[in-house]
């Protein structure tokens, strides 16, 4: 499970949802993947007075869904992918 800190939702206008979106960087051959929407996360208006530090969490399976490079979905097995920072 992988959990995602984003550095903080400006204080307002109040969102009430942030969206987190992910692509694929294949560097040996110099192509991405499409990009698609991974979650929805309520943030229910906490950046209205106040920067605010929003932390959710997905797995493997959540981050591969709908992902494509050259036409092809990412490995089932996430040892199989090669992934790097």
Known sequence: MAAFPVPYLPKGP???TLEAY?????????????EVLVKTV???GKNLNEDAEIIFSVIYVDLIKNLKIFTVPLPANELLAKISD
Do not use: E, L
């Open 14 to 16: 109040a969102n009430n």
């Open 22 to 34: 992910t692509n694929y960087s294949c560097t040996d051959a110099g192509k991405a993947s499409n």
């Open 42 to 44: 309520s943030v229910n």
